[in-house]
């Protein structure tokens, strides 16, 4: 156990899965994954593990915004030894060819602040997502026919956002969406050595001022986790 974890030793898989919502952790493991069980409650943060196609997959949720995702990343690899992080989020789309309910894989993502910033001081590291399974998850994604975009994003601190400004340089830039946790993500991952890919479903877009209906939202990500499952697994 953990401060912000219940399970036991050996209740965590190498790959696990991370929405930010809770509730997303447990639909998605009781529609994907075989035998799951709940290990951990910790605070309402959901996660379960089971098995897809024979392999051991945790699915738990990280919360919103880097600090929590930091929190539950550092634990998960510290203490459990997870080895294959891939969050499953949602993202509000940057680009008018980017629509509704369309993949994004996160090769990169920029950020105002991370909460690693304080120690890297004057270096504005880069978070990349690992390059296998961002081939592996294109692959799926193609093989599937999803209509999926591969590039940066940005990861940001505030959902109800201020800057109008930057968000049209980030627009100009290429940048493809905005989230708020996978530059930690990445971050985290590479201080550890681990895998890590952000893939992405679009809820709402910027540009359109489009959104999924709520109830048509958890109906819309099943594409990103059968995406995350075939990246993380591609051989299954
Ligand atoms: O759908 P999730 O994974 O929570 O991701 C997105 O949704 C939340 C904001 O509504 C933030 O966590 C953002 O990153
Ligand atoms: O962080 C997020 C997630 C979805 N849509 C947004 O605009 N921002």
């Not at 193609?142 to 956002?161: E, N, Q, R």
């Amino acid at each position: 156990m953990t401060i912000h974890i219940g399970a036991k030793p050996g209740e965590i898989a190498e790959t696990v899965l991370m929405p930010g919502d809770p509730l997303r952790a447990k639909w998605a493991a009781e529609t994907f994954l075989e035998n799951p069980v709940c290990v951990n409650e910790v605070r309402g943060m959901l996660g379960y593990t089971g098995t897809w196609r024979g392999n051991r997959v945790t699915i738990h949720g990280s919360g919103m915004g880097m600090p929590s995702l930091s929190i539950y990343a550092n634990e998960l690899i510290r203490d459990y030894g997870a080895k294959t992080l891939i969050r499953i989020g949602s993202a509000g789309a940057m680009q008018e060819k980017i629509k509704l309910r369309d993949v994004v894989l996160a090769m990169t993502s920029s950020t105002i602040s991370t909460p690693s910033k304080g120690f890297f001081r004057e270096l504005n590291f880069a978070p990349c997502a690992d390059y296998d399974l961002l081939e592996a998850a294109n692959a799926a994604a193609k093989s599937k026919g999803i209509s999926t975009h591969v590039g940066g994003i940005y990861s940001a601190d505030v959902f109800y956002d201020e800057r109008p400004d930057l968000n049209e340089q980030m627009t100009r830039h290429g940048i493809l969406a905005v989230e708020m946790e996978a530059a930690e993500l990445y971050t985290v991952a590479a201080r550890y050595g681990c895998r890590a890919l952000a893939v992405l479903t679009i809820s709402d877009h910027l540009l359109t001022h489009e959104a999924l209906p709520s109830e048509d939202r958890q109906s819309s990500f099943s594409d990103m986790v059968e995406i995350a499952l075939e990246a993380a697994f591609p051989s299954a």
